[in-house]
């Protein structure tokens, strides 16, 4: 998939730029990766991450290992910022996380297995589930939808990426079952 600036765009940002969406799948492999040009004559920064709702049998009996020792934005709890203490962080109640220089793999383990997610030219991971509270709020989930899903989303947020004229970013995720 593809968009590239136009007038619509350029109304909300005033750059001009061609992204682009790659979708890659094979076995237990699925690559999503995102590009970024900068077709203009000036620089320009973003932030960006890759949305990556993860389906799993209940948020209640999944860890993700890798963050032990991240520095991490907590927005459920005002944007205070934690260093992450646990090995296996558990999901409990409303997750709204941004973990600062992430490494390139991490685990999501359920009692039936675990996904192995992988990402470089992202340097952050977002970690996101709205809880039973504000999982209730949103309209378009089933009741009790949130305890399906997991978002744990490749980004790149706390050091945009900065691009002069003519250069190309790519940050890419693997989900590796």
Not at 24 to 30: I, S, T
Not at 66 to 82: H, I, N
Not at 107 to 123: A, D, N, V
Request: proline share 5%; hydrophobic share 45%; net charge negative.
């Amino acid at each position: 998939f593809q968009l590239t600036d136009d007038d619509a765009t350029r109304a909300i940002w005033p750059q001009a730029f061609v992204a682009e969406l790659r979708v890659l799948f094979g076995g237990a492999r699925l690559a999503v990766s995102l590009s970024v040009l900068n077709s203009g004559d000036s620089a320009f920064a973003f932030t960006a991450a890759l949305h990556t709702y993860l389906a799993v049998e209940s948020i209640d009996m999944v860890q993700v290992l890798g963050l032990q020792g991240l520095r991490y934005r907590d927005s459920a709890d005002g944007g205070v910022e934690r260093v992450e203490s646990a090995e296996e962080v558990a999901i409990v109640g409303e997750v709204d996380r941004i973990y600062f220089d992430a490494p390139q793999e991490l685990r999501l383990r359920e009692p039936q297995g675990e996904l192995r997610i992988e990402q470089s030219g992202f340097s952050d991971t977002v970690v996101w589930n709205p809880g039973p509270t504000k999982g209730a709020l949103l309209a378009e989930l089933d009741p009790g939808g949130y305890q399906r899903f997991l978002c744990i989303e490749a980004a790149v947020v706390g050091r945009p990426v900065r691009l002069q004229p003519g250069e190309r970013w790519v940050g890419t995720q693997t989900l590796i079952a």
